[in-house]
């Protein structure tokens, strides 16, 4: 992720660019940041990939309301290296997004006053712990199956951060899809808090992948600019395909009647999804959407002190000191 | 004072010893030692590295994609400058 801020004004103008970067989209090569681009393709990059920054670190909440109840050390060292990672994750996207000229403090206001979204997901409650296995397993199972791809993304820096996001979700996923057998073989209680758990989680993963291709409207664009490698519907499916007999060795059922396999189309069939509740979650009307905002916003006010202090250590220590420092 | 008055670092990495350092990534801190232990933290979570250099991504000077062609042409038109252009009798080994 090369930070170096585009030059936004070189000169030659975008007609003279332009052909340039669609020869590099079409030859499958990356654009760079300091590379010309269209303003639509900055604007969508920046707008995912803040959006994807924003899920991460929200993501984190979730999961660490159950740091403090986590029923052995092992899962409570496992969920504080998971929470860990998220944080991670979405400081490698804030970094992508800024090498598109946006800026950190901007991306955080945006999230922060409701201007950009994060993932709808993260708007439910994890009412007990096998939650925070069907979180591991399905939405960062989903959350894979989305991200693979964009590994192979036009735009470097976002397909490098994909890269490294990707290779630290498969340790997410493992210890979710554990933690669910484990409850899952556990006692009738635990067998039971398992499935309830996977009966709320699964219908939201599948909103995940955003709305049918039909009615997706950055779908298309995104797709010709490689950003996006394949269509939600596809993805969806090949989620489903994988998840099914991943259920089975778990020994838990999916709450979907209609779901089975499609002998001619190679695929399992799904039922209908209620695209009215992800709209509701959306519109900012899910279970939980105040609270993860005010926590975030609570957080960033409260960790302000410490910012400044930094900063005025940073300066003071700069003046007596110089900058000057050898790097070997 | 804002984190976007934090300057931007970027990182280094060294894999394990015999090899160079690689660009990692980027972060912001307020100074060099918060910008390697938040390098620590961010980029080597799993033993990726034995070194970690920290660079102000300020300090960076760096060629124009613009100029791509320009800048790095003198060597396009000099083949000679590889092995494979010469021709070797046939026998001749070790060379």
């Known amino acids: 992720m090369t930070t170096l801020l585009p030059e936004t004004d070189r000169g030659g103008g975008p007609g003279a660019h332009e052909e340039a970067f669609d020869a590099a989209i079409a030859a499958d090569e990356r654009i760079e940041p300091r590379d010309w681009?269209?303003?639509?393709?900055?604007?969508?990059?920046?707008?995912?990939?803040?959006?994807?920054?924003?899920?991460?670190?929200?993501?984190?909440?979730?999961?660490?309301?159950?740091?403090?109840?986590a029923p052995s050390l092992r899962r409570k060292a496992i969920l504080m290296a998971k929470v860990q990672d998220e944080a991670g994750h979405g400081l490698y996207l804030y970094s992508a997004a800024e090498t598109l000229g946006a800026s950190r403090d901007e991306l955080l206001d945006k999230l922060h006053s409701g201007r950009q979204k994060y993932s709808s997901i993260f708007n439910y409650p994890t009412l007990t712990w096998a939650d925070v296995g069907a979180i591991g397993w399905l939405v960062d199972g989903a959350a894979i199956t989305n991200q693979v791809p964009l590994c192979r993304c036009s735009y470097g820096p976002y397909a490098r951060a994909m890269v490294r996001v990707c290779k630290e979700e498969s340790f997410h996923q493992r210890q979710g899809y554990e933690l669910l057998l484990a409850l899952s073989r556990g006692t009738e209680a635990q067998h039971a808090m398992?499935?309830?758990?996977?009966?709320?989680?699964?219908?939201?993963?599948?909103?995940?992948?955003?709305?049918?291709?039909?009615?997706?409207?950055?779908?298309?664009?995104?797709?010709?600019w490689k950003i996006k490698r394949h269509s939600n519907d596809e993805l969806r499916q090949r989620f489903v395909d994988i998840c099914v007999p991943q259920a089975e060795s778990l020994g838990l059922t999916l709450p979907d009647p209609e779901l089975r396999w499609n002998e001619e189309r190679g695929h399992y069939d799904f039922g209908p999804i209620d695209w009215s509740e992800f709209h509701e979650v959306l519109r900012g009307n899910g279970p939980c959407n105040e609270q993860r905002l005010d926590r975030r916003r609570r957080a960033h006010e409260e960790g302000a002190w410490v910012r400044e202090a930094a900063a005025a250590y940073a300066r003071k220590h700069g003046e007596q000191d110089g900058d000057g420092r050898t790097a070997a | 004072m804002t984190t976007s008055e934090w300057p931007l670092w970027e990182v280094f990495v060294r894999s394990r010893r015999g090899l160079s350092h690689t660009h990692a990534g980027s972060l912001h801190a307020p100074d060099a030692e918060m910008a390697l232990r938040n390098a620590r933290d961010l980029y080597t979570r799993r033993s990726e590295g034995v070194s970690i250099w920290v660079v102000p991504s300020s300090?960076?000077?760096?060629?124009?994609?613009?100029?791509?062609?320009?800048?790095?042409?003198?060597?396009?038109?000099?083949?000679?400058?590889?092995?494979t252009f010469y021709e070797v009798p046939e026998g001749v080994r070790h060379l």
């Not at chain 1, 995912?48 to 740091?67: D, R």
């Not at chain 1, 291709?213 to 779908?219: E, I, W």
């Not at chain 2, 042409?73 to 400058?81: G, M, S, V």
């Open chain 1, 194 to 224: 398992a499935q309830d758990a996977v009966d709320r989680w699964w219908w939201p993963s599948l909103m995940m992948f955003g709305p049918p291709d039909d009615a997706s409207k950055h779908s298309a664009q995104s797709m010709a």
């Open chain 2, 59 to 83: 300090a960076v000077t760096a060629s124009s994609p613009d100029e791509k062609d320009p800048f790095f042409e003198p060597a396009a038109d000099k083949p000679y400058r590889h092995p």
């Open chain 1, 37 to 69: 681009m269209p303003d639509a393709y900055r604007a969508t990059l920046v707008r995912q990939i803040a959006q994807h920054a924003h899920s991460e670190i929200i993501g984190m909440q979730p999961e660490a309301n159950w740091i403090t109840r």
